[in-house]
Each structure stands twice: as structure tokens, then as C-alpha cells.
């Protein structure tokens, strides 16, 4: 298929500046320009605010985004190799691409580019869960996040009570956001073919959590609860409240029950109790 662009094909852009993708860096590129266009398209309108793109490789869904109409695009490459062929598209499309150069983990995504500002990533596999963790801690700075995944990890993002993919990132992801799972990307998709398939996923923050809790004490009722996953909540909490099940009793939450078969607003309601008051609080 034919570039929908002047620049060169993106395999040759490859080939011209050695751009083998890195084990190390969780690189898998993404060539296929139809999909590159339906995850653009899926990201809404772009023609407002800015867009950020983490880890874009030779620029492949870079300039879907670019043709698909966004007025801005912020990219952070931590592979400096990388660097040339952004470039190229940057003089391509004067004043709408800004390429960064560093470390998505040590970059404050929040403050980038004016608002409304959507991240739009083929997350680099090895850094992609602890990214979303840091998104999703700020995320009222974002309008939406269109991600790539594994196909497993959207599972889980996605997962509901009962179900086995159901778990702390379940918990955590769905009391800051609504997210939405869109579509499965095959592993020949990509240079080189990964050996899983990939997920794309849309997450829709929210204004405000679903349901009132400090972060600190939700992560210290789901790391305990799911920490001990098959055995039942009376005893996986005891660490945490020395009377667990008279708490649990007082939550109307069954003491037999095990991790996975409370709701987000159960878990909320434990860690408002393990702050030492019953009364509703705001995230703090």
C-alpha cells in the first residue's frame, strides 16, 4: 500500500537509518497504515489541545496522527536513533510535531502541550503498566488515553468482579477512569511479530474518582486482598485491621469472600475504614 503522504514508506525509513527494533526498549514497530489510521480515528477528533505519543519508533502512528487532522503532536523517544526520522516528519508537518527526547518514566506527560491533551501511545511493552499507573494517578490533566497493549493487560484493565483477570490495575484503573476495550492488533502487525497479541484500549478519566478513598490506603487493601488472592478476605486482611472480620461484618461485606469478588466501591469502602473513620472523604 501506498504512503497517504510524501514521506518515504516506512520500511524504508527503517532501512535508511538502521532502526532495528530493541529487545531492550519493549520495541515492536507498528507498519500496518490501515491500523495505524483506526487507532488515530479512534482517538476522536484531534484538531484541538495537543496530543501526546509515547515511544513512536520511526513515526509510524505518528503520521496517522498528524494525517488524521491533530493539531498537535508531542512525541517522547527515548532511542536517540529514532530521532532523524521524526525529524523528517516534523518538516513534513511544520509547526504540529515536537519531539522530545528522553525517558516517558521520568517525563511529566501532564504538563505538556495545552488542553485538551489525549495520549495516544503503541506502548513500549516493558514500561507500559507502570506508565499507565503514573497516568491514571493525574489523570483529570488528560481528556482520553488511546493505548496499545498486550492483549492480557486490557483484560485485566477491563475486568469485572468474579472473573479471573479481575485485580489490583482492575480496581485502580476503574475507580479513576472508564475504560473501553476497541480492538485486537495480531502480532504480524508489527517489526518484529511480538508473541502475543496486542490490545487497544480507550480510558476515559474521570472528573473525580467513582468512589471516596486516599490512593495510599486503596493500594494497601488491594496489595493485601489480592496479595493472598485464594484465601478468604477475614484472613488476607488481618494484617491490615486486627479485626477483620467484625469490619468486614460492619461493610456488610460477606468475612468468607475472597479478592476478586468485591466491587470497586467495596474495596473503597475498606480503605475508608482502614483511615480510621466510617465517614466519606474525598481522595487526599
Same mark, same amino acid.
Given at each position: 500500500?501506498?504512503?497517504?503522504?510524501?514521506?518515504?514508506?516506512?520500511?524504508?525509513?527503517?532501512?535508511?537509518?538502521?532502526?532495528?527494533?530493541?529487545?531492550?526498549?519493549?520495541?515492536?514497530?507498528?507498519?500496518?497504515?490501515?491500523?495505524?489510521? @483506526?487507532?488515530?480515528?479512534? !482517538? /476522536? +477528533?484531534?484538531?484541538?489541545?495537543? &496530543?501526546?505519543?509515547? #515511544? =513512536?519508533? $520511526?513515526?509510524?502512528?505518528?503520521?496517522?496522527?498528524?494525517?488524521?487532522?491533530?493539531?498537535?503532536?508531542?512525541?517522547?523517544?527515548?532511542?536517540?536513533?529514532?530521532?532523524?526520522?521524526?525529524?523528517?516528519?516534523?518538516?513534513?508537518?511544520?509547526? @504540529?510535531?515536537?519531539?522530545? !527526547? /528522553? +525517558?516517558?518514566?521520568?517525563?511529566? &506527560?501532564?504538563?505538556? #502541550? =495545552?488542553? $485538551?491533551?489525549?495520549?495516544?501511545?503503541?506502548?513500549?511493552?516493558?514500561?507500559?503498566?507502570?506508565?499507565?499507573?503514573?497516568?491514571?494517578?493525574?489523570?483529570?490533566?488528560?481528556?482520553?488515553?488511546?493505548?496499545?497493549?498486550?492483549?492480557?493487560?486490557?483484560?485485566?484493565?477491563? !475486568?469485572?468482579?468474579?472473573?479471573?483477570?479481575?485485580?489490583?490495575?482492575?480496581?485502580?484503573?476503574?475507580?479513576?477512569?472508564?475504560?473501553?476495550?476497541?480492538?485486537?492488533?495480531?502480532?504480524?502487525?508489527?517489526?518484529?511479530?511480538?508473541?502475543?497479541?496486542?490490545?487497544?484500549?480507550?480510558?476515559?478519566?474521570?472528573?473525580?474518582?467513582?468512589?471516596?478513598?486516599?490512593?495510599?490506603?486503596?493500594?494497601?487493601?488491594?496489595?493485601?486482598?489480592?496479595?493472598?488472592?485464594?484465601?478468604?478476605?477475614?484472613?488476607?486482611?488481618?494484617?491490615?485491621?486486627?479485626?477483620?472480620?467484625?469490619?468486614?461484618?460492619?461493610?456488610?461485606?460477606?468475612?468468607?469472600?475472597?479478592?476478586?469478588?468485591?466491587?470497586?466501591?467495596?474495596?473503597?469502602?475498606?480503605?475508608?475504614?482502614?483511615?480510621?473513620?466510617?465517614?466519606?472523604?474525598?481522595?487526599?
Amino acid at each position: 500500500m501506498s504512503e497517504p503522504d510524501a514521506l518515504p514508506p516506512l520500511r524504508d525509513v527503517i532501512a535508511k537509518y538502521d532502526l532495528a527494533a530493541k529487545k531492550s526498549l519493549g520495541q515492536n514497530f507498528l507498519l500496518d497504515l490501515n491500523l495505524t489510521g @483506526r487507532i488515530a480515528r479512534a !482517538a /476522536g +477528533d484531534l484538531t484541538t489541545g495537543s &496530543v501526546i505519543e509515547i #515511544g =513512536p519508533g $520511526p513515526g509510524g502512528l505518528t503520521r496517522a496522527l498528524l494525517l488524521h487532522g491533530a493539531k498537535e503532536v508531542i512525541v517522547v523517544e527515548r532511542d536517540d536513533r529514532c530521532l532523524a526520522a521524526l525529524e523528517e516528519i516534523a518538516r513534513a508537518y511544520p509547526r @504540529r510535531l515536537r519531539i522530545i !527526547a /528522553g +525517558d516517558a518514566l521520568a517525563t511529566d &506527560v501532564a504538563k505538556l #502541550g =495545552p488542553s $485538551p491533551r489525549r495520549i495516544v501511545a503503541n506502548l513500549p511493552y516493558n514500561i507500559a503498566t507502570p506508565l499507565l499507573i503514573g497516568w491514571l494517578t493525574q489523570a483529570t490533566a488528560f481528556q482520553s488515553m488511546t493505548l496499545m497493549f498486550q492483549k492480557e493487560v486490557v483484560e485485566r484493565l477491563v !475486568a469485572k468482579p468474579r472473573t479471573k483477570d479481575y485485580g489490583r490495575l482492575s480496581v485502580l484503573t476503574q475507580w479513576l477512569s472508564e475504560p473501553r476495550r476497541l480492538f485486537d492488533v495480531p502480532p504480524r502487525a508489527f517489526t518484529p511479530p511480538p508473541k502475543v497479541t496486542s490490545s487497544i484500549v480507550q480510558i476515559m478519566p474521570r472528573p473525580s474518582p467513582a468512589y471516596p478513598a486516599r490512593l495510599a490506603d486503596l493500594e494497601r487493601v488491594t496489595q493485601a486482598a489480592f496479595g493472598q488472592r485464594r484465601k478468604m478476605l477475614r484472613q488476607s486482611l488481618r494484617s491490615l485491621f486486627g479485626e477483620a472480620e467484625a469490619v468486614l461484618t460492619e461493610l456488610s461485606i460477606p468475612p468468607t469472600a475472597r479478592a476478586e469478588e468485591l466491587t470497586v466501591e467495596q474495596f473503597c469502602a475498606l480503605a475508608r475504614r482502614l483511615e480510621g473513620g466510617v465517614r466519606d472523604r474525598r481522595p487526599g
